[in-house]
């Protein structure tokens, strides 16, 4: 009886000057696993923007490049040749990224980012940090045939 009463008496007590406290607490611990969600998807959008530019420029300057007239000189001319059919794998290996990030962005919008496109399960943060523009989880990765979807 005396502990029940004292049980009693202390609980106002406890809830009276930390429930302010506490309930707010609560509120942020719930809040928290939302706003990290937006924040990293924010964050994901900003790196695959900035990536997008970045490969776009890199794209302009290939093709800038690849768009200078032949050199007269016969040599020249092989050695350009060569360095076209790099600049032009180089090329379609930065427009097969551009695709992969504009994907990304897309998912971003439609909320389905962070879920991989072939088995539907959650591609793990680590990845996406790693691989913002990251289209299969682990898994799906390691077993594809291809690295990107
Ligand atoms: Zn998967």
Known sequence: MRDEQGTK??????????GGFSLL?????LQAPDREIGMNHATAKARLEASLVELEA???NISR????PPDPDWDEQAIAQEDD????????????????V??????IEDGTYGICV?????ISPERLK???EAALCIACARSAAYPTV
């Open 9 to 18: 008496a202390e609980k106002p007590f406890v809830t009276g000057t930390g």
């Open 25 to 29: 607490s609560v509120f942020l611990l």
């Open 58 to 60: 890199r794209l302009t």
């Open 65 to 68: 490049d690849l768009a200078e």
């Open 85 to 100: 059919q790099a600049l032009e794998h180089q090329g379609s290996l930065i427009e097969q990224e551009i695709t992969s």
């Open 102 to 107: 504009r994907r990304a962005l897309g998912r």
């Open 118 to 122: 072939r088995c539907g399960e959650k």
């Open 130 to 132: 790693a691989r913002p």
